[in-house]
């Protein structure tokens, strides 16, 4: 090998490189190299792809990472140091060191200390002019400089240090390469020559500079000049630059040479059947086969079955017996356990197999769900998963996977989350020299309706957009450069709610940081867990599903699935119905604006199927297009250009608004199958004009062949691209709605155990709670005051009444109250209250006195509130300083210090 870029910077070096880790492995093949770093800015999050991609490509992956320390000498300032991984214990130690940064409170770095303690097989190169190094030298001191130097080979040892030479034809490049060589051979630590590569080709220049200037103003860096030499270069381009440089143009294929880490792939999170797992599955999946569908139609049993044996077949070519297993274990350990478990806006939805192993809760015969999982060609595939439960059951759902999978580890997420493309050209406005209104203009195109737009749709749909691009030449390098940008601008955020189970000893090889709670989040990509054979899923915690979930309990209805069925709440019940008719659905998920509550009182949907529908219509681009007019008949049907299309639209009354009806329009009027209609229904979403093209093609060849006109062939394939963007996923519609009839449902059967639950969970938003107070009492709902012989620590249901918690205590006490009343019976006086809890404090049971809770023992408030001064007397007990209060003249009537209870307003 000759030269080997050692400095290279992806996008994510957030906004310091352009290029993702698969296209800088393409440009080093394409440039010849036989080896090629990745070393991000104190991030390993690309390593997984960029080590893949590299090894696919025959060319040798070189891992690394730009360090930020503080100085080796005692001084207040960060300095960089390229740091590269001999082999694999090197590479753990280089992830240590991605952790150690991310420790600090405020600032990202690593101490000497730390450096020294992860040091073990890595090699060191001195880094850019940001380096101590050359900082050293830049402000005069010779002699701290080779001081520096000295210090860094005691750290990583003599043999594994090298003087590293960048110049980017700057002044003070120039200044620092000269006399960085002459350290070199005063010393005899080798110099080796780099580049700080960001970008591709020097066609990029312009582009990266706009990147930079973006990045100077959002991070308040200082403008370093140079970026017009920072794309990835061959020898031949370098050689102008380092005249006097010798062979230490040629010493980095050397260095690559010595770097040898093999990121492991070899785990797996096999457990229970050991070998045998899809065999497992099948077991499971008949057994419960003969008890959830024998009552089938024997049409619908047959499509069952078949859509079954294609699953099957698919789950074991995919490698995904285990995790469906896996899933199955975990919901019916939720049941066991009380702990509330859902399964939301997932493929999983549309599956016959998780239907069958109680993952999902709508049977999707009856919905018309399309079933299409498992049809990967990957090697290795998981289904992505978004599972809710409450705050409260979040830990115990990891203690059951725990006990599922004994030998693995939980982990959070590092979350990428690429910046919005009207972001992007806000950002991009503050560096091009634009006036203001101009650019207000520009800002309002971005963002569109309200949604994300790329510039072929913005053209699509916009005579305004089109005429102010070709008119103006800022605009449209405006626009040009955001394309560009676009997936190119990201943020990194520690995100609980993503989920991550690995296999034991597979975190060993992957950044691991740690919060202030001290939870533990992976700083990597989707594809990495994937090659670890881990699993990922969402898991949020809901407000709604714990009013759901507080209500079932409180009531014992049962939703959900599993055996037993004949038990849980029915989905065609008419008080549920009527309710959403009605629009008092306030508390309801998904129905609670007053838009949604107007449109659905219009539909009236009496069928859950109907139901779904209506929830359906109640998006974004469905509202802009009034689909819910047509829907209900107000505005007539649009003439369809094929029969086939009126009759699989009959189902939603004439409105294209699944996307699985989208593909059964493909597969009845084209003929095609499986995998190509799944490809040509994604290419209609995705808008992109190369693959529409393609698309078309293939849906008029296939078309022909079914007897359908070329003419007639464009004409549904227009309709297809015209109305797809009404489209949603069913399956994700019906277990949004499966979750809102659920809410309505218990609303309309347990009226006051459902508003319970929801001033409990919402007892600490005032805006919410409120709505929900007043809510309760326009609804003919009561409130009953806090009462200690009824309240309990949270609002329970009493009758159509709500009795108020005991609140003003704290949780011991109130659990302390609770605990002696279900132990020996109700308190019968003050003196028998006082007799059994006699560490009470006396200000406490006085402010109780005076706010009501204790009424029920007998007497007026002034009456106990005398009472207790004379037993705290008798006791020789002294009255606290401070404990006398100014009582209103509204206390003694008990409406004021009771609603106060509530937080609201005395009337």
Known sequence: MSYVPLHVHSIYSTLRGMMTPGELVTAAERKGFGAVALTDCWSTYGHYRF????????????????????????????????????????????????????????????????????????????????????????????????????????????????????????DREWFVCDK???????????????????????????????????????????????????????????????????????????????????????????????????????????????????????????????????????????????????????????????????????????????????????????????????????????????????????????GLICSIIPRCRIF??????????????????????????????????????????????????????????????????????????????????????????????????????????????????????????????????????????????????????????????????????????????????????????????????SRFDRFVDAVSLYRPDPLRGELWKRYIGEESKRSVPHPSIGEILRETRGVLLYREQVRRIIEEVSGMEGEDVYRMEHSLRSSDPAGLRNSRLNFMRNCMEQGITEDKANLIFDYLEENIRFTYAKSLACSRAYLSYISAYLKARHFSDYYAALLNVYSGQTGKYELYRRSFEREGGRLLPCDINRSHQSFVAEGDSIRAPLEGESDDGADLIVRERRKRGEFKSIDDLLARLPDIKEDRLLKMADSGVLDSLGGTRKEIESRLLELFEKRKIKMPEGSERERSPEGVDGVSRQLSIFDQDND
């Open 412 to 605: 959070h997420r590092v979350v990428r989350t690429d910046m919005s493309f009207k972001k992007i050209v806000e950002e991009i406005c503050k560096v091009v020299d634009v006036d203001d209104r101009l650019r207000e203009r520009i800002i309002s195109f971005a963002s569109g309706e309200g949604r994300e737009m790329d510039i072929s749709e913005m053209f699509r749909t916009s005579a305004a957009f089109r005429d102010m691009y070709n008119r103006d030449r800022t605009v449209k390098r405006i626009f040009h450069l955001a394309n560009i940008f676009r997936g190119r601008i990201c943020s990194f955020n520690l995100d609980s709610s993503h989920v991550v189970v690995l296999p034991e000893g597979a975190e060993d090889m992957i950044s691991v940081l740690l919060n202030p709670d001290g939870e533990k989040f992976l700083q990597c990509e989707d594809e990495t867990i994937e090659q670890l054979k881990g699993w990922s899923f969402v898991l949020h915690h809901s407000r709604v599903l714990a009013v759901v979930d507080m209500t079932l309990k409180s009531t014992g209805e049962r939703a959900g699935s599993g055996e037993g069925e004949e038990d849980l709440i029915p989905l065609d019940d008419q008080d549920a119905f009527d309710l959403i008719s009605r629009g008092d659905t306030v508390g309801v998920y998904l129905l609670e604006s007053d838009g949604v509550r107007k449109m659905i009182s219009r539909i009236k949907p």
């Open 51 to 170: 080590y893949t991609a590299a090894c696919n490509a025959g060319i040798k992956p070189v891992m690394g990472i730009e360090a930020r320390h503080l100085s080796l000498r005692g001084r207040d300032r960060f300095s960089h140091l390229t740091l590269l991984a001999e082999n694999n214990s090197g590479y753990r130690n280089l992830v240590s060191l991605v952790q150690a940064h991310f420790n600090k409170k405020n600032q990202r770095y690593v101490t000497a200390e730390e450096l020294s303690r992860f040091s073990s097989g890595l090699i060191a190169l001195t880094g850019s002019v940001e380096g101590e190094i050359s900082q050293s030298l830049l402000g005069g001191s010779l002699t701290r400089m080779k001081k520096i130097l000295t210090d860094l080979a005691g750290v990583f040892g003599p043999d594994n240090i090298y003087i590293e030479l960048i110049n980017h034809n700057t």
């Open 180 to 398: 960085l060589m002459e350290l070199s051979v005063s010393t005899g630590i080798p110099a080796v020559v780099t580049n700080n590569d960001r970008y591709i080709s020097r066609d990029s220049a312009e582009d990266y500079l706009v990147l930079e200037r973006v990045g100077e103003i959002r991070e308040k860096r200082r403008r370093r000049g140079g970026g017009a030499e920072y794309f990835l270069k061959v020898r031949k381009e370098l050689e102008p630059f380092f005249t006097m440089a010798g062979d230490a143009l040629d010493r980095s294929s050397e260095i690559a040479e010595r770097c040898n880490v093999k990121l492991p792939k070899d785990f797996s999170l096999e457990y229970t059947a050991g070998a045998h797992q899809h065999s497992e599955l099948e077991r499971r999946c008949r057994r419960y086969f003969r008890m959830k569908c024998g009552r089938l139609e024997s049409a619908d049993l047959r499509r069952v079955e078949s859509s079954l044996e294609w699953e099957l077949k698919h789950a074991e070519a995919g490698n995904v017996s285990s995790f469906l297993i896996f899933l199955s274990d975990l919901f019916a350990k939720s049941r066991q356990n009380e702990v509330r478990l859902e399964i939301i806006g997932d493929e999983l939805q549309q599956s016959v197999i998780s239907f069958l192993l109680g993952i999902t809760n709508v049977e999707p015969i009856s919905h018309g769900l399309v079933f299409e999982c498992f049809c990967s060609e990957d090697e290795y595939f998981a289904p992505r998963l978004e599972l809710i439960t409450n705050a409260a059951d979040r830990k115990a759902v990891f």
